[in-house]
C-alpha cells in the first residue's frame, strides 16, 4: 500500500516533529512493505507562525524583529536543526504550499491518514480543512488528531465541511476521550480515542534520533514550556530550590525570553534530538506541555506536570489518567504541600495496554482494505 500522512510535521516544535517521526516509525514497524510517506504540505500561517523574522508591519513586530536579530546566531542555529531532522522524515518527493496544489493528487494514495497533533483544533492558527483530507479521493481515516480544548461553537463556522469530510472517512480516532462528545456531533460513526504516536514507540526508537551532544554532568531538573506563564515558573522555581538542583531549559518559542534572566540554564543545543537528549539525563522533567509528559513516560522518568490557576490541559489530563498518574499532575493552589523527591511508580501494563489498543486501531485502518 501507499500510505500518505497529513500532520504538522513542519512545525518548529518539538512535539509536533516527534510525533510525526513516531507515526512513520510505528507504521514501517507495521508492515516494512507498505510505502508510507509524509505529505508535506504546510500553508501560509504555520510558515508565518515559525518564521525567525515577522513582517515588519507593526511596531509590535518591528520590536520582535530587532530582539530575534540580537539573537540570531542561536534561533539559525535552532531553525537549522529542525530542518536536518525533518528533512530525514519520509516526504512526499512534492512540497505543497497552499491547498489547491493538493487537489491535483487526489488519487495518488491508497490510504491517507489524518494526523496526529492539534491538525484538528479550530483554535490554532495554522488550521486548515486541508487536514480533515478533503481533497484527496482514497480512503481516509484520522490517526489520534487533538481538538485541545476547543468546543462545539469553535467547530460551528466549519459545520457543514466537516460534517462532509468526515462522512468520507472509514476509521475516526481522537486523542483525548474527553474530547470526542465535541467532534461526534458531526458524524454517526464510532470515533475511538487512541494514544499520541510518540506513546507507540520504545525509548530505544527514540534513542536513534537522540543527540549526541552530552548533557549536563550534575543531576538537573528539565523544565520544558511553550508560554513559560507566571505560575509554572514560581513552581519550577520553588522545586528547584526544595531539591537545590539546577534547572535547564530549552528554546521553545518567543515566550522563552520572558525566563531568560529567571535563574534557568538555557540549553545551547536546541534540535529535537536535543530535546530528547535532556529529558533522557534528567533527574526530574517539570512540564506543561503534553510532549514534555509524554517523552518523560516513555523514558520512565520522575516528573511533574504542572497544572495552573485556571487552565488543566485535556491532553495532559487523558494521558494521565490513562495511566493511573493522576496525582503526577501538579496543582497550583497545592504545590508547596508535595514531596517532590517520591519518585513515579509506573504501571507498565497499563502504558503496554494503552500502546497495544492504539496499535491494534492501526492494523484495523490498514487491513481494512
Excluded at 14 to 33: D, F, H, I, M, T
Excluded at 178 to 193: A, F, G, R, W
Excluded at 206 to 219: A, G
Excluded at 270 to 289: E, M, Q, R, Y
Aim: glycine share 2%.
Amino acid at each position: 500500500m501507499r500510505i500518505g500522512i497529513l500532520t504538522f510535521h513542519r512545525s518548529e516544535n518539538y512535539g509536533s516533529v516527534l510525533q510525526a517521526y513516531s507515526l512513520c516509525r510505528a507504521l514501517n514497524k507495521l508492515n516494512p512493505e507498505n510505502e508510507i510517506e509524509i505529505i508535506d504540505y504546510s500553508n501560509e500561517h504555520q510558515r508565518e507562525l515559525y518564521s525567525v523574522f515577522l513582517r515588519n508591519n507593526s511596531p509590535k513586530n518591528i520590536a520582535k524583529n530587532a530582539r530575534s536579530l540580537l539573537n540570531i546566531s542561536q534561533l539559525s542555529k535552532r531553525s537549522s536543526g529542525f530542518d536536518d531532522f525533518i528533512n530525514l522524515l519520509p516526504l512526499s518527493s512534492e512540497k505543497f504550499e497552499s491547498d489547491g496544489e493538493l487537489k491535483n493528487h487526489k488519487s495518488e494514495y491508497d490510504l491517507v491518514i489524518c494526523g496526529s497533533d492539534q491538525i484538528w483544533n479550530p483554535q490554532s492558527v495554522d488550521f486548515s480543512l486541508s487536514f480533515f483530507g478533503v481533497d484527496f479521493s482514497c480512503r481516509k481515516v484520522s490517526y489520534a488528531p487533538s481538538i485541545r480544548n476547543a468546543s462545539k461553537k469553535d467547530f460551528s463556522p466549519y459545520k457543514e465541511e466537516i460534517k462532509k469530510a468526515l462522512s468520507e472517512f472509514s476509521h475516526i480516532s481522537l486523542r483525548e476521550k474527553e474530547t470526542i462528545p465535541v467532534l461526534q456531533n458531526y458524524c454517526d460513526k464510532e470515533i475511538k480515542s487512541v494514544c499520541d504516536p510518540t506513546l507507540l514507540l520504545s525509548a530505544e526508537d527514540f534513542d536513534l534520533i537522540c543527540s549526541k551532544n552530552k548533557p549536563p554532568k550534575k543531576d538537573y531538573i528539565f523544565y520544558y514550556s511553550i508560554d513559560y506563564n507566571e505560575e509554572s515558573v514560581e513552581m519550577v522555581k520553588h522545586i528547584s530550590a526544595s531539591l537545590k538542583m539546577p534547572v535547564y531549559i530549552i528554546f521553545s518559542t518567543n515566550k522563552t525570553y520572558s525566563v531568560y534572566f529567571k535563574g534557568f540554564k538555557l540549553s545551547a543545543d536546541n534540535a529535537p534530538g536535543d530535546f530528547i537528549n535532556l529529558i533522557k539525563n534528567a533527574s526530574l522533567v517539570l512540564s506543561t506541555s503534553f510532549h514534555g509528559v509524554a517523552l518523560s513516560v516513555i523514558y520512565r522518568k520522575n516528573f511533574f506536570a504542572l497544572r495552573t490557576r485556571d487552565y488543566t490541559d485535556a491532553r495532559i489530563n487523558d494521558l494521565l489518567e490513562k495511566i493511573g498518574l493522576e496525582g503526577r499532575y501538579l496543582d497550583y493552589y497545592s504545590y508547596r504541600d508535595k514531596d517532590f523527591n517520591i519518585p513515579v511508580v509506573y504501571s507498565n501494563s497499563s502504558i503496554e495496554a494503552l500502546r497495544n489498543n492504539s496499535l491494534n486501531y492501526l492494523k484495523e485502518c490498514i487491513s481494512d482494505d
